[in-house]
């Protein structure tokens, strides 16, 4: 017992590095070196700021990757509570003295980077809750005390996002934290009345909307209703998106965003540009490298022992399964616009973080899969 | 042992779970592949595009209008490179340094300083700004030698309408500027073709055939970025140039017919009496249709309005004055064709005839004494006139004229400021003026005067008639008269040789032979009234008929006083006139004079003529070999 209550992994290094799994790790490579070119043809083909920028952020952010990997997963188990709450206080101090950008309040200096903490507490809420899972005995999960404890730990941070205002990553946050919940075994009733409230009450949430938030609904609905303001976005999009194709327009070829017509091609709608350039052939190809990096996820959870593992390794597999899907039916004119970057693609650290340190405990998952955690 | 119990069935619950959310995703990742197929495999065409319409942009710039040649092919309307400077606005470092270089460079008014200011606020940075539409070579080079300072500046090189012969042709070609608002709504290929810095007709045939000479634009295809930024050119579409017109006119007797009419105000036209061809067709005083191009300046534009010689009214279609005596052929030979005379018939001339207490007074105080028809007409003795208008009467002189052309438009549709005239009678009087025909209206009417009017293609016209034995012929400026398309202009070409002697104007020969012999008489033999402009070279013997239109009545002082033409305000003297046909063995070519206030036709108008008709017979060969012109390039 002594043996297994220590924090630090029994195998030698080559042993981890042994123990990593290399189809996880290619299919992140595939995808770092990928995102690379892309953000290369964002920039007109020249490598100006936002590639160099994307590039060192993934020298970066992949080893750190590997480093978190080198962790035991006793260790994120053990710090997970307190992962969770230094978000809090993160996301108290960007209400308290963050960085507006936009008519938001969402970053906050931390001088070797500006950083956005509710795109870190997508992976905190997952590492949280999975813990709570983990301990909750099989009788409490759908017992009172259990339910509001869990609804706490997802209200709280998304009241801190909602005020920033940034209602995607709030809507991602609150996914994220419910799929935990499912997984842990509540009650499917609770689900289904809490989905058939939502509904009801939906036209007053929507009262309370701000504006540019109902004219994005608005504008999902009916892109053509203007098409050179709210509904530039989505309809240049689909132009870019359907122009390319089987095999695209070839790469640095894409007309709609070479000549300016795709808005926040960086970011948000990096997928249009991809897809412009490479065609139907190219975007499934890079969803079935996303569709890899899921299934390699959840294979991680199905052979670890602790359930602390496998909760995070489900909770974040379908984390990263959201963003992907709720990145893709936006671009795509499927769903209202709402700011949501598509992993590892767009560019910006604090996603292109959180999403390494999932990766890297995931990993460390892997390394340690047969680790039973009391 | 409890504790692994739990533990086992928690991670059922979870797998459990899991498979769940599995299936679902398997779902959604499908349903997005289903999407992303629609957009780019099913609907890839609508939008490619639509993608393409994003990008690429289309710039018309001016389509080339249509040369207009003369009959022998000189170009009498052509087309010519001309210098323009233009600034763009975003290459340029210092904008107001930059206008104070040009302005001294280019001498540059502080007007047009505050114009180009005002482009540059209304333009986006990269659209060009013209500076100048015209330069002169040499200050083309002078900025071109200063371009390595002028940064943002470009010599542009384009074309531009030229009238080479200058104000010889204005009237009839008239002039093209930049179009107005009414120009382009009233015109739909206007419209369509609309470019800034375009020029249409404004008037004559440049406005009429303004469907036929404008040409199609060229365009430039650029791909063009989100806020409407030139990229790159892709793609340069010739446009077609205007068709080319070729008229029937001969530059060299356009050219005599200003000379002659120099420093006066008249017309004078010529007509070839078997096609209708119009060989001349002058007035003057004429201005210069080249400083229309790049609009006129203030000074220049008051001049032409202000000179008093009028040179912005056409007046050979557009002016209407009283015949005079050259109506009196006419008057003869309907009284000929009515059978109320013969050529025998005699009227003593005593100097005046009175009627009803009014006194018509012949030109000749001491009167004619007994005259025939021959010498009424070499003489041009109104009394004769007077009587045998007031047999024939007023109403059946008109029919008469009418088959002449008078009172009708000549070119028809080709001229927008063509006048009609007039040719009275008893019902046009009680009709229009709401009062009875008067006897003694007859009477003036035989002389030309009184109501009638008449334009000096009309009188040109009346002559050809006559001179070709009396058929009726239909004028036209443009060698195909349907400039539309080859196969129909050659056809009308071939047919009209035939056609034109369809139509007889009069009952019997013999009486335009009559008349014929009068106008010769009347220019070749002693007494006739413009014996001393006859030619006696049977080549180029013309026989004519001159007139002198009263423009205001003579009152019984003035009669007696018998002023020199000196003495008489320049507006208050007589318009000469003179209508002739030549050569009188083999008559081809018709013509009429008339000069504003010139005095006398025999003295003003008459010489003239003879000056025209030596050239017009010499050239009359040259003609007839360039009819095989085989080039008719519409």
């Known amino acids: ?374 | 042992m409890i504790k692994e119990n739990s533990s086992i069935r928690k991670e059922d619950i979870i797998n459990r779970r899991m498979f769940v959310i599995g299936a679902a995703k398997i779902i959604i990742f499908t349903g997005i592949i289903v999407r992303l197929f629609s957009l780019q495999v099913d609907n890839n065409k609508k939008y490619l595009t639509l993608s393409d319409k994003n990008r690429i942009r289309e710039w018309k710039l001016p389509p080339t209008r249509g040369n207009i040649l003369d009959y022998f092919g000189n170009i009498i309307a052509g087309n010519l490179k001309v210098y323009q400077l233009h600034i763009i606005p975003e290459q340029v470092e210092n904008f107001n340094y930059l206008l104070t270089r040009l302005k001294n460079l280019l001498q540059l008014s502080d007007k047009r300083i505050l114009n180009i200011l005002r482009l540059k606020k209304r333009l986006k940075p990269w659209e060009s700004i013209i500076v100048s539409e015209n330069l002169s070579w040499s200050q083309f080079v002078k900025v071109n030698n200063y371009l390595y300072e002028l940064v943002g500046v470009k010599p542009v090189m384009t074309i531009s309408r030229n009238y080479p012969f200058s104000d010889i042709y204005t009237h009839l070609l008239g002039y093209v500027s930049q179009p107005n608002e009414n120009d382009i709504l009233q015109n739909e290929i206007i419209q369509d073709r609309f470019v800034p810095g375009m020029k249409v007709g404004k008037l004559g045939l440049e406005k009429t055939l303004e469907n036929y000479l404008i040409g199609t634009n060229d365009i430039q295809r650029y791909e063009v970025n989100a806020y409407g930024k030139r990229i790159n050119q892709l793609e340069y579409q010739k446009g077609k140039q205007g068709s080319k017109i070729r008229l029937t006119v001969d530059t060299e007797v356009q050219k005599l017919s200003a000379k002659l009419l120099a420093n006066k105000a008249g017309s004078i036209s010529v007509m070839n009496i078997f096609t209708g061809e119009v060989i001349a067709m002058h007035s003057s005083p004429s201005y210069n249709p080249n400083l229309f191009l790049f609009g006129i300046s203030n000074d220049e534009w008051e001049l032409i309005r202000n000179n008093p010689l009028k040179p912005l009214i056409n007046k050979t279609l557009s002016g209407l004055y009283s015949p005079g005596s050259t109506i009196k052929p006419i008057v003869a030979l309907s009284a000929l064709e009515n059978n109320i005379i013969n050529s025998n018939f005699k009227v003593k001339c005593t100097g005046k005839t009175e009627l009803y207490d009014q006194t018509f007074h012949c030109w000749k105080e001491k009167g004619h004494g007994f005259v025939n028809l021959n010498n009424a007409m070499k003489q041009s003795c109104d009394t004769y006139f007077y009587e045998i208008a007031r047999l024939l009467g007023v109403d059946r002189l008109k029919v008469t004229a009418k088959k002449f052309g008078l009172g009708e438009k000549v070119l028809g549709e080709y001229f927008e400021n063509e006048k009609k005239g007039l040719f009275p009678n008893t019902s046009w009087k009680k009709n229009n003026l709401g009062k009875g025909w008067v006897l003694g209206e007859t009477l003036i009417t035989g002389i030309g005067q009184g109501y009638i009017q008449t334009t000096p293609l009309q009188l040109c016209l009346m002559t050809a008639q006559i001179a070709n034995g009396g058929y009726s012929i239909k004028p036209k400026i443009i060698v195909n008269n349907k400039p539309f398309n080859i196969v129909e202009a050659k056809k009308a070409m071939e047919e009209q040789n035939l056609n034109n002697f369809n139509t007889q104007l009069v009952k019997d020969q013999k009486n335009i032979k009559i008349i014929q012999e009068a106008m010769f008489s009347s220019t070749n033999e002693i007494m006739g009234t413009s014996y001393r402009s006859r030619i006696d070279d049977p080549k180029y013997q013309f026989a004519g008929k001159t007139g002198t239109a009263q423009v205001k009545r003579i009152s019984k002082r003035e009669r007696e006083l018998d002023l020199e033409l000196e003495q008489i305000p320049y507006n208050d003297r007589d318009h000469a006139l003179y209508v002739a046909y030549g050569p009188y063995k083999n008559p081809r070519y018709a013509l009429s004079i008339i000069v504003e206030h010139g005095g006398s036709g025999s003295k003003a108008a008459a010489p003239m003529a003879k000056e025209l008709f030596k050239l017009i017979i010499d050239r009359d060969d040259l003609r007839k070999k360039q009819s095989n012109f085989e080039e008719i390039d519409i």
């Open chain 1, 1 to 374: 017992m002594y043996y297994h209550n220590r924090l630090d992994s029994d195998f030698t290094f080559f042993q981890k590095v042994k123990n990593l799994d290399y189809i996880l790790l290619s299919s992140i490579l595939l995808l770092s070196v990928i995102s690379v070119f892309v953000m290369y043809s964002t920039d007109g083909g020249e490598i100006l700021y936002h590639t160099k920028s994307h590039f060192i952020k993934l020298l970066i952010f992949f080893p750190l990757m590997l480093v978190i990997s080198f962790f035991n997963i006793k260790f994120w188990h053990l710090t997970s509570y307190l992962f969770y709450i230094a978000i809090i206080l993160l996301l108290i101090w960007v209400s308290v003295d963050g960085i507006k950008a936009s008519g938001s309040q969402r970053w906050i200096n931390l001088y070797f980077i500006v950083l956005q903490p509710s795109e870190l507490m997508k992976i905190g809420i997952i590492l949280c809750l999975a813990k709570y899972y983990h301990r909750l005995k099989v009788e409490n999960v759908n017992s009172f005390t259990s339910i509001v404890v869990s609804l706490s730990i997802i209200i709280t941070p998304i009241i801190l996002v909602i005020s920033q205002p940034d209602l995607g990553t709030s809507i991602l946050i609150a996914l994220s934290g419910l799929i935990v919940l499912w997984l842990g075994g509540v009650k499917i009733k609770y689900f289904f009345i809490s989905l058939v409230t939502f509904l009801i009450s939906l036209p007053f949430i929507i009262s309370f909307l701000k504006p540019y938030q109902k004219l994005r609904i608005l504008t999902y609905l009916d892109p053509d209703r203007d098409p050179l303001g709210a509904g530039y976005q989505i309809i240049q999009s689909k132009i870019a998106i359907g122009s390319g194709g089987l095999s695209g327009k070839g790469f640095l070829k894409g007309t709609q965003s070479y000549l300016d017509f795709l808005p926040e091609k960086h970011t948000d709608f990096i997928f249009t540009l991809f897809s412009e350039e490479f065609g139907f052939y190219g975007s499934t190809g890079l969803l079935i490298i996303y569709i890899v990096i899921i299934i390699r996820i959840i294979k991680i959870g199905v052979i670890s022992r602790s359930n602390f593992s496998k909760l995070f390794c489900y909770g974040f597999a379908f984390a990263i399964f959201i963003y992907i899907v709720v990145n893709l039916s936006m671009v795509l004119g499927l769903l209202p616009i709402v700011g949501s970057p598509l992993p590892i693609m767009s560019y910006g650290g604090s996603s292109m973080l959180a999403t390494m340190i999932g990766f890297g405990i995931v990993l460390s998952a892997k390394i340690n899969h047969r680790q039973i955690i009391s």
